[in-house]
């Protein structure tokens, strides 16, 4: 923990660290001011301004020191920009999943002036309480929400474009500029099967979430002509 003080020089600010609980396989820290990458081990600190990442085969889970836990699953990436605490004990978090699964746990509440948010390409997913996994790749985002609150965030506009209950798995989908939701309610057998896979990376070390089962389609009359003439990249992976 390191803390930061302001003019008067009173105890204003406190970043918050984290340490490796639990690592499998190879797993990678970025840091921030020195870009130096190093492999990860049990124990190890991981700051703010830090990227995580995980290869194939390989998980990583961190608890940070407000015992907040991120479980990477493999070929994963995250970014902690920023987790700080202030001495009201408010804290504003900001988390970039650049891709692949995360089960983020969020233990303790947090304050209605602090924000906890997980950030994609094409959303942000603001946090109370909360245990979900969120789902990653470049054009499409998924997140099943297992207890409390998300909204889930608009980027460009900052507007609220849902707020997902428990049990619900959200398809986000940006098309053409715009960003398409689609939801559906989990029963209840279907989300423990996807809790103890979540959590036990030993068995699953291939372990990768989609929610709908198949990559969505674009409605062929929502298609102009001259992309239809397009060839499909053979070498694109999901």
Same mark, same amino acid.
């Given at each position: 923990?390191?803390?930061?003080?302001? /003019?008067?020089?009173?105890?204003?600010?406190?970043?918050?660290?984290?340490?490796?609980?639990?690592?499998?396989?190879?797993?990678?820290?970025?840091?921030?001011?020195?870009? %130096?990458?190093?492999?990860?081990?049990?124990?190890?600190?991981?700051? %703010?301004?830090?990227?995580?990442?995980?290869?194939?085969?390989?998980?990583?889970?961190?608890?940070?020191?407000? &015992?907040?836990?991120? $479980?990477?699953? *493999?070929?994963?990436?995250?970014?902690?920009?920023?987790?700080?605490?202030?001495?009201? /004990?408010?804290?504003?978090?900001?988390?970039?999943?650049?891709?692949?699964?995360?089960?983020?746990?969020?233990?303790?509440?947090?304050? *209605?002036?602090?924000?906890?948010?997980?950030? !994609?390409?094409?959303? $942000?997913?603001?946090?109370?309480?909360?245990?979900?996994?969120?789902?990653?790749?470049?054009?499409? =985002?998924?997140?099943?929400?297992?207890?409390?609150?998300?909204?889930?965030?608009?980027? =460009? !506009?900052?507007?609220?474009?849902?707020?997902?209950? *428990?049990?619900?798995?959200? +398809?986000?989908?940006?098309? +053409?500029? $715009?960003?398409?939701?689609?939801?559906?309610?989990?029963? %209840?057998? %279907?989300?423990?099967?996807?809790?103890?896979?979540? &959590?036990?990376?030993?068995?699953?070390?291939?372990?990768?979430?989609? +929610?709908?089962?198949?990559? *969505? /389609?674009?409605?062929?009359?929502?298609?102009?002509?001259?992309? /239809?003439?397009?060839?499909?990249?053979?070498?694109?992976?999901?």
């Amino acid at each position: 923990i390191s803390i930061k003080e302001n /003019k008067k020089h009173e105890k204003f600010v406190v970043q918050l660290s984290g340490y490796v609980s639990k690592i499998h396989g190879t797993c990678y820290k970025v840091s921030l001011s020195s870009g %130096e990458k190093t492999l990860l081990k049990k124990d190890d600190k991981v700051n %703010e301004g830090d990227t995580i990442t995980t290869e194939l085969k390989s998980y990583v889970s961190i608890i940070m020191d407000d &015992l907040s836990t991120f $479980s990477l699953g *493999p070929k994963s990436e995250m970014r902690i920009v920023s987790y700080r605490e202030d001495y009201k /004990k408010t804290r504003n978090v900001l988390i970039d999943h650049i891709i692949g699964t995360i089960r983020t746990n969020v233990v303790k509440k947090n304050s *209605p002036d602090g924000e906890i948010k997980i950030r !994609t390409k094409t959303v $942000s997913m603001g946090i109370r309480g909360t245990e979900f996994i969120t789902s990653v790749s470049s054009d499409f =985002a998924n997140v099943i929400l297992f207890s409390g609150k998300i909204e889930i965030i608009d980027e =460009a !506009t900052n507007r609220i474009l849902k707020v997902v209950q *428990p049990h619900e798995s959200v +398809f986000i989908e940006s098309l +053409f500029g $715009s960003i398409e939701l689609s939801s559906k309610f989990i029963v %209840e057998e %279907e989300l423990d099967e996807i809790k103890n896979k979540s &959590l036990n990376f030993d068995n699953n070390e291939n372990f990768n979430l989609n +929610f709908n089962g198949t990559q *969505p /389609k674009i409605p062929e009359d929502s298609i102009d002509d001259s992309l /239809k003439k397009l060839k499909p990249n053979q070498n694109f992976q999901k």
